[in-house]
């Protein structure tokens, strides 16, 4: 689980970095270039989520021992 967290962590950090520059542009750039940067960043938040719900899964029920 320490692997998997590490990993979110540093996909946290790079999503941010991402946001960070393409708010940084978002008056710079073309309508389409724009939008083809925004459909990556939620694929990549998309991605992040669900690395997020496997960690709390496994917290929870493999850790903790779920409700039994």
């Known amino acids: ?12 950090h790079r999503l941010t970095q991402r946001l960070d520059r393409l708010l940084d542009v978002v ?26 719900s496997e960690l709390m899964y496994q917290a929870y029920e493999v850790d903790i021992g779920g409700e039994h």
């Open 1 to 12: 689980m320490t692997y998997l967290a590490d990993r979110l962590l540093r996909q946290r």
């Open 27 to 52: 008056t710079d750039v073309e309508s389409a270039q724009l939008e083809r940067s925004l459909w990556q960043l939620i694929r990549e938040a998309r991605l992040y989520r669900r690395g997020m």
